[in-house]
T-cell receptor, first 112, second 113 residues
Framework: DAKTTQPTSMDCAEGRAANLPCNHS???????VYWYRQIHSQGPQYIIH???NNETNEMASLIITEDRKSSTLILPHATLRDTAVYYC?????????????FGKGTKLTVNP | DVKVTQSSRYLVKRTGEKVFLECVQD?????MFWYRQDPGLGLRLIYF???????EKGDIPEGYSVSREKKERFSLILESASTNQTSMYLC????????????FGPGTRLLVL
């Protein structure tokens, strides 16, 4: 079962920052937080991951609270193409064969 | 860029047919996965492989088999297709050097009549 809790849906205006929250209160010390997204009728796409420090790449920023019980994915300037379901996943770094457990995710709608 | 390709985007088959879904990745990844995705049920793991000729059952292997004869190719086989196997099928690959970072193909939407 998924070990994360996310809002079912969110809306964001085009050009504004989209802040997607995720609760993972039972996260253990060796588990990373991963974010994926799935645009309609496509396969999921990796976005970013982190352990305890904030992370940034060309797609997004990841802010993890100090107690690691929650995190926020930030899309700094959302575009219509960012409309997708966003999945927050916690997973240890042990073993490449360990499956990812996708929950229901947050459906983000970016409005013009 | 990692590329994961799947043989078909859309497929229509009849009940009882044998169905082959092919997946190819071009990044020399050790691990490959087959998922199915259904509304309200999310992604469910069918089978995965961590090396050539190696395979492990996922959560829902019944009615499916897999083949991994070459590192870059992972095939999903429906021995006798049934209507409850109508679904979106997603293949993914992953490197041992980056656990958790799976790269997915575009998916195959299979309709079994």
């Amino acid at each position: 079962d998924a070990k994360t809790t996310q809002p079912t849906s969110m809306d964001c205006a085009e050009g504004r920052a989209a802040n997607l929250p995720c609760n993972h209160s039972t996260i253990s010390g060796n588990e990373y937080v991963y974010w994926y997204r799935q645009i309609h009728s496509q396969g999921p796409q990796y976005i970013i991951h982190g352990l305890k420090n904030n992370e940034t790449n060309e797609m997004a920023s990841l802010i993890i609270t100090e107690d690691r019980k929650s995190s926020t994915l930030i899309l700094p300037h959302a575009t219509l193409r960012d409309t997708a379901v966003y999945y927050c996943i916690v997973r240890s770094m042990q073993g490449g064969s360990e499956k990812l457990v996708f929950g229901k995710g947050t459906k983000l709608t970016v409005n013009p | 860029d990692v590329k994961v390709t799947q043989s078909s985007r859309y497929l229509v088959k009849r009940t009882g047919e044998k169905v082959f879904l092919e997946c190819v990745q071009d990044m020399d990844h050790e691990n490959m996965f087959w998922y199915r995705q259904d509304p309200g049920l999310g992604l469910r793991l069918i089978y995965f492989s961590y090396d050539v000729k190696m395979k492990e059952k996922g959560d829902i292997p019944e009615g499916y088999s897999v083949s991994r004869e070459k590192k870059e190719r992972f095939s999903l086989i429906l021995e006798s297709a049934s209507t409850n196997q109508t679904s979106m099928y997603l293949c993914a690959s992953l490197s041992d050097r980056s656990p958790g970072t799976q790269y997915f193909g575009p998916g195959t939407r299979l309709l079994v009549l």
